[in-house]
């Protein structure tokens, strides 16, 4: 037979025909498509697995067996016992130095002295603070107030006995006799005490904390072994209540107000 068959290439060249108008719409779709999904991302997702630290328990410490409080029970459960006596346990963190907020750069010893002599308002009433631990920073710490001072030199200078006496009768006053055992209080930074006062929002002198903070009546200092005498009856409260002008704000009341 002499017949023709179709050549294969002939086959081959009409099927690549067909496929490569077929490709390029593949091709122009999966360009499409990439163009739709954005730039790939930079961070990869890694298989390392991170140890987070435990979540701290909020437990507070139950009540000492002496039945003073933590600094920590009252600044979080305190609002019950507002307006009550109170006995808290703790370790002084700060202390409150005329001197130390007096001085300015290049002021000698003699130059502070002169300017408290010629001017006693200068300098704050008597506090400091405590905390649950030494290290507890100011703003977890428990403001403590009105604690009794000595007269200074210019007071004793100008007051005589008479008047001294009568100043130190007036528990309103918190002033103390440094002559006599036992009663001005002692305490430094580091020292544990147990302090007995009244658990307030403010004192008769301006000093406020929203957090509360504690009127000083007694106090026993564990780490030097003294102990305050009885307090003097609590004179009346002023008419219109504590606080008067010039209120003084806590430390946690200051970053709260910078907060807002």
């Known amino acids: 037979m002499t017949g023709s068959m179709p050549h294969p290439h002939g086959q081959r060249t ?37 140890n987070l630290p435990p979540v701290p328990g909020f437990e507070l410490p139950p009540t000492n067996p002496d039945g ?16 009550s006596d109170v006995t808290v346990k703790g370790v002084v963190t700060w202390v409150y130095d005329c001197k130390t907020a007096l001085r300015q750069p290049g002021m000698s ?18 506090k400091f603070y405590i905390g649950d631990k030494p290290d507890t920073p100011a703003e977890k710490s428990m403001w403590v107030v009105d604690v009794p001072r000595p007269f200074s030199k210019i007071e004793l200078e100008r007051l005589k ?6 100043e130190l009768a007036n ?4 002033r103390c006799d440094i002559k006599k055992k036992n ?17 307030s929002l403010s004192s008769s002198h301006g000093d406020r904390n929203s957090d509360g903070l504690l009127v000083y009546k007694k106090m026993k200092n564990v780490t030097k072994n003294w102990d305050a005498p009885e307090p003097p009856p609590e004179p ?25």
């Open 183 to 199: 009663d001005c209080p002692v305490y430094d930074v580091g020292d544990e005490v147990i302090i007995t006062g009244k658990w």
């Open 161 to 166: 006995p008479a008047s001294q006496k009568d």
């Open 68 to 83: 003073s409080k933590s600094v920590k029970e009252l600044r979080v459960k305190g609002k019950k016992l507002i307006d």
């Open 109 to 126: 010893d003699k130059d502070v002295e002169k300017l408290m002599y010629e001017d006693q308002t200068k300098c704050e009433r008597a």
């Open 171 to 174: 528990p309103s006053n918190r």
């Open 14 to 50: 009409a099927l690549l025909s067909g496929l490569i108008p077929a490709l390029a719409l593949l091709g122009a779709a999966a360009c499409q498509g990439d163009k739709l999904k954005g730039p790939a991302a930079e961070v990869k997702k890694s298989d390392v697995k991170v």
């Open 236 to 260: 009346a409260a002023p008419a219109g209540g504590a606080g008067g002008g010039g209120e003084k704000l806590s430390p946690e009341d200051m970053v709260k107000q910078k907060g807002k």
